[in-house]
C-alpha cells in the first residue's frame, strides 16, 4: 500500500472527529450516589484526585475511592490540537505525556493518546503510534472509534494486519466510508501475501464498486484499491485488468 498517503489520510481523517463531550463546570462522580458538580479539580498522587467541592472545602480521593472525574476541555488539551493541525509533530509527542498524565484521568486520556498516536503516524513510527493507541483505550471516552482505527492502521504499517482482522470486520460496517474502504483494502492486502489472488481481487473490488471518488477521503483508498486489482489481474492473466486503468 501507499502507506505514507493513507496514513495522511487516516491522520485528517482523526484529526477531524469531534471531541468527547465534557461537562461545563468539574464534576466528580462517587462511587456511591450521583455525579455532583465541584469547583476545581486536579490530579493527586497519579492516580487519585484532589477537588473543591461545592462548600470550599477540599477533599482528597485516591484512586478506586471515585468512578470518575471530568473537566471541561483544558488549554493543554487544546494546544496539542493546534500543534498536531499545524503539523509540529514533535512537540505533540513532547508535551503529550505531561498532559496526559495531568489530565488524563479527568476525561482526557483517550483524546490525548489519540493526537498522541496521530503524531506518531505522521511521522512514519507506526509502532509508537500503536502503543499510543493501545494506551487510549485504557481510558473512557468518546475516542474509542479513533483509537481502534488508528492502531489497524499502525498495525497495518508494520505489516501486521493479520492481528487486527477482527477489527477490520468491524471496520467494514462502518458508516464512514473511509474507514470501510481502509479494512477491504487491508482484507486485500492480507488475501494477496496469503498467496490467495482472486480472494484479494474481490477486496480491493469492493472499494472501487461501493464507493465513488466525490468523497475525498476516500479517493486515496480507492486509488490504491485500482492499482492492486490492476496488478493482481495481470498476474493472473485476466485481460479484463485493462477495464480498472484510470484514464489521464
Known amino acids: 500500500m501507499k502507506r505514507q498517503q493513507l496514513l495522511i489520510g487516516l491522520c485528517g481523517l482523526l484529526a477531524a472527529a469531534v471531541a468527547a463531550a465534557a461537562p461545563k463546570t468539574p464534576v466528580v462522580v462517587p462511587i456511591n450516589g450521583a455525579p455532583m458538580q465541584v469547583k476545581s479539580i486536579k490530579v493527586y498522587e497519579g492516580t487519585g484526585i484532589e477537588f473543591v467541592d461545592a462548600n470550599n472545602r477540599t477533599v482528597r480521593l485516591k484512586g478506586g475511592q471515585f468512578k470518575a ?74 475516542y474509542r472509534d479513533n483509537l481502534v482505527r488508528g492502531r489497524v492502521q499502525a498495525m497495518i504499517a508494520q505489516g501486521k494486519a493479520s492481528e487486527v482482522s477482527g477489527d477490520l470486520d468491524a471496520m467494514v460496517r462502518s458508516s464512514r466510508k473511509a474507514d470501510a474502504a481502509m479494512a477491504f483494502n487491508a482484507r486485500g492486502e492480507i488475501l494477496a501475501k496469503e498467496g490467495k489472488s482472486k480472494e484479494a481481487v474481490l477486496e480491493y473490488l469492493k472499494t472501487l464498486l461501493l464507493f465513488d471518488d466525490e468523497s475525498k477521503d476516500v479517493v486515496p483508498y480507492r486509488d490504491e484499491a485500482r492499482k492492486q486489482v490492476v496488478a493482481l489481474m495481470r498476474k493472473l492473466g485476466d485481460p479484463k485488468w485493462q477495464l480498472f486503468v484510470k484514464a489521464e
Open 69 to 142: 472525574a471530568f473537566v471541561p476541555e483544558p488549554e493543554q488539551v487544546q494546544a496539542l490540537d493546534k500543534l498536531l493541525e499545524a503539523k509540529e509533530y514533535d512537540k505533540v509527542i513532547q508535551y503529550a505525556g505531561q498532559t496526559l498524565a495531568a489530565y488524563g484521568i479527568l476525561g482526557w486520556g483517550d483524546k490525548i493518546a489519540c493526537l498522541q498516536g496521530e503524531a506518531y503516524l505522521a511521522k512514519n513510527d507506526p509502532v509508537k503510534a500503536a502503543e499510543a493507541f493501545a494506551m487510549g483505550m485504557r481510558f473512557p471516552g468518546s
